[in-house]
């Protein structure tokens, strides 16, 4: 795809700078459109700049080489034939939406294709898992060929009723294929986009159009729908990843979750309990993988504070919050603050000081230590000189997890008019988060000289750093992901060029919104960033039916425009699936640490790793490369009878394996002939298929009956002979016959054929009572060999005349009781020829000329 491109703009080069004649396809679209507005480009140059000025026509981007206008083609043509513009850009190609850029930008097209790859990956056989606000399963993108749903389990937290809630959880309800494919399940995405263009992004089969399609365009889907308003909304996410992983395990498929959501407050470590929860599921067991949303506050301004604490009193002051909010009513301020326990030796008061002036403190409560009163709300009022109320404050403290976690609650603020404070003395550190953007409140960044307010000098500034989501998102074991800008704009469904206002962000750069880490152990965040903002993908259908969201809609009309890192994350999500579906057995570090060995750097990641662009950016192609080994079958291709062994050998150490017959192991105990192929496991759990191996069965040589003529005992085969006595070799036994003698026993005799196949007779006791001499009758054959006819002379009676083919199947029984007998009808060949006499056989080879 890469080549593509690079061949259009080559393509465009050549004919703006080059061809002076009208462009091809230009003449029938003046035809057809002469004053329908347009988005044209001409070179960038000063005569053309003179001539859009003098025209009025706005210039709405421009390149080095480019300048991008919107303008009718009547007027390209006059300006044209006038030569006021030398050059302009008309293109004949069909244009196809494609979702999205993402694709290309991460190497996803060529692993679809299979391009320098040992096949084509597209998630077949792997679950992703979303947990978002719903889905339109409705939406053709996801449903197979048939017209079926790709949605194997919609479990929406939001519903309460109904026979099918899902167990241990005991809420929600959950629907399955069945229900969705005959019309019964209630419950879609109806209030948002979100859920059903985040998965747009991970799982499109762009089947609605042939555009947009998703990173795993062939994976099964598990939703859960997320209810906001349940309580320890965290555990439910949680629960939410328990589900999807053992419906998974039920179905024998890996499974890759989605979590494009979060929360901004918390402990920011990945120690919180939903985090613990996470990290025992992907611990547990090979095949599971998360991937999470780093966070859209990277403009939100400056909301995190991290103080280090020492003796002397140092503080942070919060500005008062006068504004309704839906979560904590206006005046008021409230910080959510988390220490380790090891470092929470310190001691807390509040106070207010003026905003203005000498900024004087004008009232404070008492200090008290951290650890003193755990678990019990702490009361406290903050008096001015004149013993009125500036505010109350309510305190609470607990352990959670090695955590010591401190929330500040102003709940009667009387005035605007004060900078309030936490005031802090003793030994360790902490880190603490609030902000206006959040319904809470900001604190203070523009602070007073030293000489207008001495402490000053003793003032925590807060910073935008750890801005990311936390729990989840903050553990070392699900991927965060960051967000680049996906594409500059787009057509919409109402023809205009879509461009986002006032955000000029670079195709590939990280937006400006996009959280930063590092989470509060110092653990970067985000590990990956990927392509998020300008993102077109699935929407649901009421947002599609409604030409109020037009400019929303992009021209084909079956996608919307979304952005941020929940976009950016189900690429990523996307892209471990198609990781999955070659390394099944592979765990979640296997895929961070080969995500991170494959990541691409640009002039916009700089050097890496960094708390902006994390590792860098993922390369699909890479990364399933990375785990490309090669794996072969080796044994025996022939087989002398229905058994047999085959083992897997590859490039690199392999762990198992499994065979096309059923069989699991890196060795094959075979009980037929036939084609077998093996699909080979190494250290990392990527799989690697073999060759077909056929295996065919050798046909042993014939060989007769051991029969005995007084003291000898014969057999008939093609070739080599070696009798045995009572199964061990008879040394220089090699010929037809065998003059036996006592000590008698079993006998048997063997031949082996070229390709090492034994055919050997049945054990044979002979009879030792009243044994004859091998002359007590004798028998002619002649002529032998003979054209034809063959005549028997014996001494004796002969009975039977028993007639075999060379493959020793027998041909003819003939029946005599006379001393001769005549054989013909034979074709040319070689035959064994065994008479009977007197309860006796003699046997001799003929040959048909």
């Given at each position: 795809m890469?080549?593509?491109?690079?061949?259009?703009f080559?393509?465009?080069f050549?004919?703006?700078?080059?061809?002076?004649?009208?462009?091809?396809?230009?003449?029938?679209?003046?035809?057809?459109?002469?004053?329908?507005?347009?988005?044209?480009?001409?070179?960038?140059?000063?005569?053309?700049?003179?001539l859009?000025?003098?025209?009025?026509?706005?210039?709405?981007?421009?390149?080095?080489h480019?300048?991008?206008i919107?303008?009718?083609?009547?007027?390209?043509?006059e300006?044209?034939?006038?030569?006021?513009?030398?050059?302009?850009?008309?293109?004949f190609?069909?244009?196809?939406?494609?979702?999205?850029?993402?694709?290309?930008?991460?190497?996803?097209?060529?692993?679809?294709?299979?391009?320098?790859?040992?096949?084509?990956?597209?998630?077949?056989?792997?679950?992703?898992?979303?947990v978002?606000?719903?889905?339109?399963?409705?939406?053709?993108?996801f449903?197979?060929s048939?017209?079926?749903?790709?949605v194997?389990?919609?479990?929406?937290?939001?519903?309460?009723?109904?026979?099918?809630?899902?167990?241990?959880?005991?809420?929600?309800?959950?629907?399955?294929?069945?229900?969705?494919?005959?019309?019964?399940?209630t419950?879609?995405?109806?209030?948002?986009?979100?859920?059903t263009?985040?998965?747009?992004?991970?799982?499109?089969?762009?089947?609605a159009?042939?555009?947009?399609?998703?990173?795993?365009?062939?994976?099964?889907?598990?939703?859960?729908?997320?209810?906001f308003?349940?309580?320890?909304?965290?555990?439910?996410?949680?629960?939410?990843?328990?589900?999807?992983?053992?419906?998974?395990?039920?179905?024998?498929?890996?499974?890759?979750?989605?979590?494009?959501?979060?929360?901004?407050?918390?402990?920011?470590?990945?120690?919180?309990?939903?985090?613990?929860?996470?990290?025992?599921?992907?611990d547990?067991?090979?095949?599971?993988?998360?991937?999470?949303?780093?966070?859209?506050?990277?403009?939100k301004?400056k909301?995190?504070?991290?103080?280090?604490?020492?003796?002397?009193?140092?503080?942070v002051?919060?500005?008062?919050?006068?504004?309704?909010?839906?979560?904590?009513?206006?005046?008021h301020?409230?910080?959510?603050?988390?220490?380790?326990?090891?470092?929470?030796?310190f001691?807390?008061?509040?106070?207010?000081?003026?905003?203005?002036?000498?900024?004087?403190?004008?009232?404070?409560?008492?200090?008290?230590?951290?650890?003193?009163?755990?678990?019990?709300?702490?009361?406290?009022?903050?008096?001015?000189?004149?013993?009125?109320?500036?505010?109350?404050?309510?305190?609470?403290?607990?352990?959670?997890n090695?955590?010591?976690?401190?929330?500040?609650?102003?709940?009667?603020i009387?005035?605007?008019?004060?900078?309030?404070?936490?005031?802090?003395?003793?030994?360790?550190?902490?880190?603490?988060?609030s902000?206006?953007?959040?319904?809470?409140?900001?604190?203070?960044?523009?602070?007073?000289?030293?000489?207008?307010?001495?402490?000053?000098?003793?003032?925590h500034?807060?910073?935008?750093?750890?801005?990311?989501?936390?729990?989840?998102?903050?553990?070392?074991?699900v991927?965060?992901?960051?967000?680049v800008?996906?594409?500059?704009?787009?057509?919409?469904a109402?023809?205009?060029?879509?461009?986002?206002?006032?955000?000029?962000?670079?195709?590939?750069?990280?937006?400006?919104?996009?959280?930063r880490?590092?989470?509060?152990?110092?653990?970067?965040?985000?590990?990956?960033?990927?392509?998020?903002?300008?993102?077109l993908?699935?929407?649901?259908?009421?947002?599609?039916?409604?030409?109020?969201?037009n400019?929303?809609?992009?021209?084909?009309?079956?996608?919307?425009r979304?952005?941020?890192?929940?976009?950016?994350?189900?690429?990523?999500?996307?892209?471990?699936?198609?990781?999955?579906?070659?390394?099944r057995?592979?765990?979640?570090?296997?895929?961070?640490?080969?995500?991170?060995?494959?990541?691409?750097?640009?002039?916009?990641?700089?050097?890496?790793?960094?708390i902006?662009?994390?590792y860098?950016?993922?390369?699909?192609?890479?990364?399933?490369?990375?785990?490309?080994?090669?794996?072969?079958?080796?044994?025996?291709?022939?087989?002398?009878?229905?058994?047999g062994?085959?083992?897997?050998?590859?490039?690199?150490?392999?762990?198992d394996?499994?065979?096309?017959?059923?069989?699991?192991?890196?060795?094959?105990?075979?009980?037929?002939?036939?084609?077998?192929?093996?699909?080979a496991y190494?250290?990392?759990?990527?799989a690697?298929?073999?060759?077909?191996?056929d295996?065919?069965?050798?046909?042993?040589?014939?060989?007769?009956?051991?029969?005995?003529?007084?003291?000898?005992?014969?057999?008939?085969?093609?070739?080599?002979y070696?009798?045995?006595?009572?199964?061990?070799?008879?040394?220089?036994?090699?010929?037809?016959?065998l003059e036996?003698?006592?000590?008698?026993?079993?006998?048997?005799?063997?031949?082996?054929?070229?390709?090492?196949c034994?055919?050997?007779?049945e054990?044979?006791?002979?009879?030792?009572?009243?044994?004859?001499?091998?002359?007590?009758?004798?028998i002619?054959?002649?002529?032998?060999?003979?054209?034809?006819?063959?005549?028997?002379?014996?001494n004796?009676?002969?009975?039977?005349?028993?007639?075999?083919?060379?493959?020793?199947?027998?041909i003819k029984?003939?029946?005599?009781n006379?001393?001769?007998?005549?054989i013909?009808?034979?074709?040319?060949?070689?035959?064994?020829?065994?008479?009977?006499?007197?309860?006796?056989?003699?046997?001799?080879?003929?040959?048909?000329?």
């Amino acid at each position: 795809m890469l080549r593509i491109i690079s061949f259009i703009f080559f393509l465009v080069f050549i004919s703006i700078h080059s061809i002076s004649q009208v462009q091809f396809g230009f003449e029938d679209y003046l035809k057809r459109n002469p004053q329908k507005i347009t988005t044209f480009c001409i070179s960038n140059s000063t005569k053309h700049l003179n001539l859009l000025e003098k025209e009025g026509v706005k210039i709405k981007y421009s390149t080095t080489h480019y300048l991008f206008i919107s303008a009718t083609a009547n007027w390209i043509d006059e300006q044209k034939k006038i030569k006021a513009i030398d050059d302009f850009y008309f293109e004949f190609a069909p244009p196809m939406a494609l979702s999205d850029t993402a694709l290309v930008l991460h190497h996803v097209k060529d692993v679809h294709n299979g391009f320098g790859l040992d096949k084509s990956y597209q998630g077949e056989n792997v679950i992703i898992g979303i947990v978002d606000q719903g889905l339109d399963w409705n939406h053709p993108d996801f449903k197979d060929s048939n017209g079926n749903t790709r949605v194997l389990r919609y479990w929406d937290h939001s519903v309460n009723s109904g026979n099918n809630t899902p167990q241990p959880y005991n809420y929600g309800v959950v629907w399955n294929s069945d229900d969705i494919n005959n019309n019964i399940c209630t419950s879609t995405e109806n209030s948002t986009a979100h859920g059903t263009t985040v998965t747009g992004i991970a799982a499109s089969n762009g089947r609605a159009n042939g555009t947009n399609t998703g990173m795993a365009p062939k994976s099964s889907l598990i939703v859960v729908e997320t209810d906001f308003n349940l309580a320890n909304w965290t555990l439910t996410i949680a629960d939410a990843c328990d589900y999807i992983f053992s419906v998974a395990d039920s179905l024998g498929m890996p499974a890759v979750v989605n979590l494009s959501l979060g929360t901004y407050l918390g402990s920011h470590d990945g120690n919180d309990p939903a985090s613990e929860y996470i990290e025992t599921l992907l611990d547990s067991k090979e095949g599971r993988i998360v991937v999470s949303a780093a966070g859209n506050s990277g403009a939100k301004g400056k909301y995190h504070v991290h103080a280090d604490i020492d003796n002397d009193t140092s503080f942070v002051w919060f500005a008062n919050n006068p504004s309704s909010s839906a979560l904590l009513g206006p005046n008021h301020i409230y910080f959510d603050l988390w220490s380790d326990t090891s470092s929470a030796n310190f001691s807390f008061a509040y106070g207010a000081n003026l905003t203005s002036l000498n900024y004087s403190e004008r009232g404070t409560t008492s200090f008290s230590p951290a650890m003193s009163s755990l678990n019990t709300p702490l009361l406290d009022t903050i008096f001015n000189s004149s013993g009125q109320v500036i505010a109350t404050i309510e305190t609470y403290t607990e352990l959670e997890n090695g955590n010591f976690h401190l929330e500040g609650y102003f709940s009667s603020i009387d005035s605007t008019d004060y900078l309030f404070s936490l005031k802090t003395f003793g030994n360790g550190s902490y880190d603490l988060w609030s902000g206006a953007w959040l319904g809470l409140n900001d604190i203070i960044s523009q602070v007073p000289t030293s000489s207008q307010y001495p402490p000053i000098t003793h003032y925590h500034y807060p910073d935008s750093l750890q801005t990311i989501v936390s729990s989840w998102n903050c553990s070392e074991k699900v991927i965060s992901v960051g967000n680049v800008r996906n594409r500059h704009g787009h057509i919409d469904a109402n023809g205009n060029y879509y461009t986002p206002a006032n955000d000029n962000t670079p195709v590939g750069k990280r937006s400006p919104n996009s959280s930063r880490g590092p989470n509060r152990h110092s653990v970067l965040k985000p590990d990956v960033c990927a392509s998020g903002d300008v993102t077109l993908a699935s929407a649901p259908i009421w947002l599609l039916n409604n030409p109020g969201n037009n400019s929303l809609i992009d021209s084909g009309g079956w996608h919307a425009r979304n952005g941020g890192t929940s976009m950016a994350s189900p690429v990523v999500a996307g892209i471990a699936a198609l990781y999955l579906e070659k390394c099944r057995r592979a765990t979640y570090s296997n895929f961070k640490t080969d995500l991170i060995n494959t990541v691409f750097t640009d002039n916009f990641t700089g050097a890496i790793p960094n708390i902006n662009y994390g590792y860098g950016k993922p390369h699909a192609k890479n990364l399933l490369n990375l785990n490309s080994f090669s794996a072969a079958i080796i044994g025996d291709d022939s087989l002398c009878t229905n058994q047999g062994l085959l083992s897997l050998i590859g490039s690199e150490t392999l762990t198992d394996g499994i065979w096309s017959d059923g069989n699991i192991g890196l060795t094959n105990s075979i009980e037929s002939p036939g084609q077998y192929v093996a699909t080979a496991y190494n250290l990392s759990g990527c799989a690697a298929l073999t060759d077909t191996f056929d295996v065919v069965l050798m046909d042993p040589l014939p060989m007769l009956p051991i029969i005995q003529s007084g003291t000898t005992l014969a057999t008939l085969s093609l070739t080599n002979y070696q009798w045995t006595l009572n199964g061990v070799d008879i040394p220089g036994a090699t010929s037809s016959t065998l003059e036996i003698e006592p000590p008698y026993g079993v006998y048997t005799c063997y031949c082996t054929s070229e390709a090492g196949c034994i055919s050997e007779t049945e054990p044979y006791s002979p009879n030792i009572s009243g044994l004859m001499p091998n002359d007590s009758f004798s028998i002619q054959i002649y002529p032998n060999p003979s054209q034809g006819v063959f005549n028997v002379l014996c001494n004796e009676k002969i009975e039977i005349i028993e007639i075999f083919g060379s493959d020793g199947k027998l041909i003819k029984t003939l029946i005599f009781n006379s001393n001769s007998a005549v054989i013909d009808g034979l074709s040319s060949g070689i035959y064994h020829l065994v008479c009977h006499v007197q309860n006796e056989k003699f046997f001799s080879k003929i040959i048909r000329i």
